[in-house]
């Protein structure tokens, strides 16, 4: 099943990568000739679009595989299928995330499992799948954080925590799998609105963005630049938290 096409080409594992931000990454990261095992976990038609559209330009360079991530048992074969696909795994991007509010007497058992699992669980345990096959590489990790991992929002304890967790977990890992691997984290601020989520009304939406210096809200593209710079052109960065946020996190 290796993918003998790919040659030396490196090659990412991107987490949520069907569409949004963790779509414009696997963009950007193909652009700059890296192959892509995309994982999805149900967006299974823009998953396919995506790594069709993508392998028209580039034969063979876009592979996707399905999993939830809450499945820990599940993860070691996220490794293991893009290694046996294309034959090595230079780069973890742990993209996909859960978010929702957690109000204070409504934190449940369940939305703790959803949003620590989504957001540090699951990425611990991918790199730990991984760790091996990224020292041989000489690869790196990007973990996708938040500007609000260091100044919590309002009615989100439990995605606040878990976010700060990762943010520490890029740091401690960063010690822990050098000098062979690097792991940096990219801290978005307001970027792509989430779906679904009432929370950010429109005087809410008005509010931040006049609090950000730059007056704008952020593209996807801009968390990819960032991510392909440290995949890229960044070798002696390693241990970081990246805000790319417009400057907002100056006034948190």
């Not at 008005?206 to 960032?226: F, M, W």
Request: one cysteine or more; aromatic letters at 4%.
């Amino acid at each position: 099943m290796e993918n003998q096409a790919a040659g030396q080409e490196k090659v990412a594992l991107i987490t949520g990568g069907a569409k949004r931000i963790g779509a414009a990454i696997v963009r950007e990261l193909h652009e700059a000739g890296i192959n892509i095992m995309l994982h999805y976990r149900s967006s299974s038609a823009e998953a396919r679009a995506l790594a069709a559209e993508l392998n028209l330009k580039r034969p063979n360079s876009i592979a996707t595989v399905q999993a939830d991530l809450l499945n820990m048992g599940g993860l070691p074969s996220l490794v293991q299928q893009t290694i046996q696909h294309f034959g090595r795994l230079d780069i973890v991007v742990n993209n996909a995330s859960s978010f929702f509010p957690t109000p204070i007497g409504e934190v449940t058992e369940e939305s703790w499992q959803d949003l620590v699992g989504s957001n540090l669980k699951a990425p611990l345990f991918l790199i730990q799948a991984a760790a091996g096959e990224l020292k041989k590489r000489q690869g790196c990790v990007i973990n996708m954080v938040d500007i609000h991992a260091e100044r919590p929002m309002r009615h989100h304890v439990v995605y606040s925590v878990a976010k700060a967790g990762l943010v520490a977990m890029t740091r401690a890992l960063a010690r822990d799998l050098g000098p062979d691997v690097r792991v940096n984290a990219v801290a978005p601020g307001a970027n792509v609105w989430p779906d679904g989520e009432s929370v950010f009304d429109d005087v809410s939406r008005q509010r931040i963005i006049s609090s950000i210096p730059l007056k704008r809200v952020g593209e996807p593209i801009d968390i990819a630049r960032t991510i392909r710079f440290l995949v890229m052109d960044a070798p002696y960065i390693t241990g970081q938290i990246i805000a790319v946020d417009g400057g907002r996190s100056l006034n948190l």
